[in-house]
Nanobody, 125 residues
Framework: VQLQASGGGLVQAGGSLRLSCAAS????????MGWFRQAPGKQREFVAR????????WYRDSVKGRFTISRDNAKNTVYLQMNSLKPEDTAVYYC???????????????????WGQGTLVTVSS
């Protein structure tokens, strides 16, 4: 699976962005998909995850109520709608694909098998 993230940019605090991640291959629906982010000088952290069917989603606490992960399996694409953005959301955002079932460690980057190249989101105050 090859992943291509896009949609990043510069936005003012309180604004919105929608990230997209396009995947290659015909088995996209078999993968749980995740978004991670990495701010300068910090470790990569989990943002959100969605099941292969799109029926279930998980979020880090700091983005709950502001971010929404979704997917369109017909288009092989996963999205991250980000609203009410804050300066602390500034980071490079990565999409990732996980072949395995969802377990308690779903937020750990090491369980994801494929990664996109990242797209930069900058939120100005």
């Amino acid at each position: 699976v090859q992943l291509q993230a896009s949609g990043g940019g510069l936005v003012q605090a309180g604004g919105s962005l929608r990230l997209s991640c396009a995947a290659s291959g015909r088995t996209f629906g078999n993968y749980n998909m995740g978004w991670f982010r990495q701010a300068p000088g910090k470790q990569r952290e989990f943002v959100a995850r969605i099941s292969g069917s799109g029926d279930s989603a998980w979020y880090r606490d700091s983005v709950k109520g502001r971010f929404t992960i979704s997917r369109d399996n017909a288009k092989n694409t996963v999205y991250l709608q980000m609203n009410s953005l804050k300066p602390e959301d500034t980071a490079v955002y990565y999409c990732a694909a996980d072949r395995g079932p969802t377990r308690a460690n779903y937020f750990m980057s090491r369980i994801y098998d494929y990664w996109g190249q990242g797209t930069l989101v900058t939120v100005s105050s």
